[in-house]
């Protein structure tokens, strides 16, 4: 069955920077929508950012200082996280939506890989 698997979260100070990524596989990927979601303890998950075969969009708390981008010969999206802060702590989660449903309907879902910023 399809999988998303992602990768690079750890602890950082805040002002910071990491790079999260998150592998497709068993799907095409090029035909996928890939958004990056996050859930702070207590809180529910939100939208993080999006991208289509080249659109993007954000969510205004991070806008200015992630940046989403995607590798199709990799089958891969990434999230590149700059400027962390403290409130950026959460579980980030990976998902995929099938190109041209709008609104997206994610339908597959990574594991999550935890980010904690410290301030």
């Known amino acids: 069955q399809v999988q998303l698997v992602e990768s690079g979260g750890g602890l950082v100070q805040a002002g910071g920077s990491l790079r999260l990524s998150c592998g497709g596989f068993r799907l095409t990927f090029s035909n996928y929508r890939m958004g990056w979601f996050r859930q702070a303890p207590g809180k529910e998950r939100m939208f993080v950012a999006e991208?289509?075969?080249?659109?993007?969009s954000y969510a205004d708390s991070v806008k200015g200082r992630f940046t989403i981008s995607r590798d199709n010969a990799k089958n891969t999206v990434y999230l590149q996280m700059s400027n962390l802060k403290a409130d950026d702590t959460a579980v980030y989660y990976c998902?995929?939506?099938?190109?041209?449903?709008?609104?997206?309907?994610?339908?597959?879902w990574g594991q999550g890989t935890q980010v904690t910023v410290s301030s």
């Open positions: 998902a995929a939506s099938p190109m041209g449903r709008l609104p997206p309907q994610y339908d597959y």
């Open positions: 991208i289509g075969w080249s659109s993007t």
